[in-house]
Every structure is written in C-alpha cells, then in structure tokens.
C-alpha cells in the first residue's frame, strides 16, 4: 500500500504514514471495526498512489518543455510525441511543461514522491544542459565569422596607415623643389643612375612616387594609384619636373632595364594638368645621360649617342626628335 498523500510506500501494520504523517483509510476503517465484506466477497480497494497527485508533483518540468518527444518516450507519455509535428510542436511543447510532471507520476512505477522528483529533476538538468550547448554553438557561429571580419578590416587598415605613412616619407625624403611657377630659362644635366634622383614629386596633378606592388615590382604611382601596368612600367620612374605656363607641368620620366644591356635608358614626358597626366611617346639614345634647356614652354634635350647626339624637343605637349615629330605606337607607348 503507499500513502494517498505523498506516496510513500506503507508497512501492512500500522496506522500513519511515516513520511508525512497522513492517517490511511485502511488503518481507519479498521479502528472504525468496518470489516465488512464488499460486493462479490472482496475488501474494497483504497486510492491508488495515482489517482491522486501528492503534493510535491505538480509544477513546471523543464524537461518535459525542453526535451519534449525525447522526455515522453522516457517517461511513458506517448502524447508527447506530438511534439515531432510542424506547427503545434511548441504548443505541445509548452503543454508537456505545465502537466508533464502529472501525466509521468500516474504512467511511471515510482517508489515515492522523493525518487519520481529525483528523476524528474536529471531530466530538467539535461535539458538545460543540452540548451546551453545549444546556445555557445549559436555564439560561436556568430561570433567567430564577425571576430575574424574584424581582424580582416583591422589588417586592412594598418597596410593602408603603412602605405600612407611610407608616401609621406618618401615625399618628404626625396621630393626635390620644382621649378618656378612660371616658365623660365633653365639648363642643367640629367644622369639617370644618378643617386639623388627624386623618390617622389609633388605635382599640380598628385603625388608621383615610385612604390612597390602587390607582387614586389616597383610602379609609378599618382596620389598611390599605378600610373600603367604595362610590362614597361615595372622600370619607370621620375627625374624631374619642368614648370610650364597656366599651372601646367612636364615631367620627364626614364624607363631603365627590360631592354636588356644593348639599350639602357629611353625617356618620355608626363604633361600634367589638374585634370591628370597624358604620355608623350617615349624617345632617346639609350644614354642615360642628357643635357636639358628649358625656354618658357619649350624644352630641349641633348642625349649623346653611338653616331652622335640626339636632339629632342618638347612643345606644346609635342615631341620632335632630330626634327621628326614622333607618333605614338605600340613600340614607343610608356603605358604598354
């Protein structure tokens, strides 16, 4: 017999349950001197334990609501199952967890109140547990795409910081004084292996500078976009800058190396305005040495050579060598 109070289990003698104190029906009758039979010869039956819900089963089950299907098949409630269906999986769900408690104390073989909450409470603990595996899989999910999104736009910025900080030196380094605003008269030399030559030149359209690439060939930059990405542009950089009447400039650019040992240096003019830069076609001896005069708008250039020297003049944004005025193609194109 078990006591129709909290369920525990009561000895054949006695007359109050142990547990909770509870005076049974059985033990009352008997002082009451009712002994007699019931229909067809037998006692009548007391309650059995599940028939009425002790105190101490009712309540909410978080293992019930959490593992629903998986909690009714261990508790012997099949209409848990119903929480597998699309749609009303949840109302079940939450159904399971306002009665389950009530519906596994009548289906199960429980000792007592104290062992059916002992199970029902391992039940709770693993659905909470299995929640919060849940929950750092869903935060790991998100968080580490976004952590390395972060790390990614932090790299970014501290190449650019990198990339702006080695253009500010290098101007400030090895940017040389252009001429006067205005055209003048000017002469001078020009040595293109030279170790002074200008790492830089701020000019009316940008700042031209020589940088290295992506794949660690150097390339002219204009304000840190390359310039040209054809296989010439690898070797080209500025010697120097000539001023040019209404803010107008002409930058004169070598091209050293890819040529091989039989021509060293060929020469080409930036015309730079503040709409940009435009090439002129490339021209020269192959000497790296020059001798420049510049008379207002014009420049002329003197370039020694195997049979004698070249004479290149540059003028309204036209080059003539030795009185031929050149055309650009596909062998003279800076940008090819």
């Known amino acids: 017999m078990f006591c ?8 054949e003698a006695g007359t109050f349950c142990s547990k909770c104190g509870n005076r049974h029906a059985h033990a009352a009758d008997m002082a009451a001197g009712d002994h007699a039979p019931a229909m067809h010869g037998q006692p009548m039956p007391f309650a059995s334990m599940h028939d009425e819900i002790p105190d101490g089963v009712r309540g909410w089950s978080w293992g019930a609501f959490l593992l629903n299907w998986i909690w009714a098949i261990g508790n012997r409630t099949w209409i848990g199952l119903l929480a597998m269906l699309p749609y009303i999986g949840l109302i079940v769900a939450i159904w399971l967890g306002i009665k389950g408690r009530e519906m596994a104390w009548k289906n199960g073989n429980w000792k007592s109140v104290e062992h059916f909450n002992r199970v029902q409470k391992r039940w709770s603990y693993w659905g909470l547990g299995l929640v919060a595996i849940a929950m750092v899989g869903i935060m790991a999910a998100v968080s580490i795409p976004a952590y390395q999104e972060y790390m990614n736009r932090s790299k970014a910025r501290a190449m650019e910081a990198s990339m702006q900080s080695l253009a500010t030196d290098e101007a400030a380094d090895g940017e040389l004084a252009t001429a006067a605003s ?12 030279a170790d002074d030559l200008p790492a830089s030149l701020t000019t009316v359209a940008g700042i ?13 930059t204009l304000d840190r976009s390359a310039l040209f990405d054809g296989e010439d542009a690898k070797w080209q950089f500025p010697v120097r800058s000539f001023s040019l009447s209404e803010g107008r400039e002409a930058i004169l650019m070598a091209s050293s190396g890819g040529r091989g040992n039989s021509c060293e240096t060929l020469f080409f003019f930036l015309m730079a305005d503040r709409q940009g830069v435009k090439p002129t076609p490339m021209f ?13 708008d014009a420049i002329t250039l003197r370039i020694p050579g195997v049979t004698g020297e070249s004479s290149v003049v540059l003028s309204d944004g036209a080059v003539e060598e030795d009185g031929h005025l050149l055309a650009m193609n596909d062998m003279n194109d800076p940008s090819k």
């Open 4 to 11: 129709s109070k909290c369920g525990t289990q009561l000895p």
């Open 182 to 193: 205005e055209p003048g008269a000017a002469s001078g030399t020009i040595d293109t292996n």
């Open 208 to 220: 031209l500078a020589r940088a290295s690439a992506s794949d660690d060939t150097r390339v002219v």
């Open 284 to 296: 020269g001896t192959c000497s790296p040495q020059a001798t420049f005069e510049q008379r207002g």
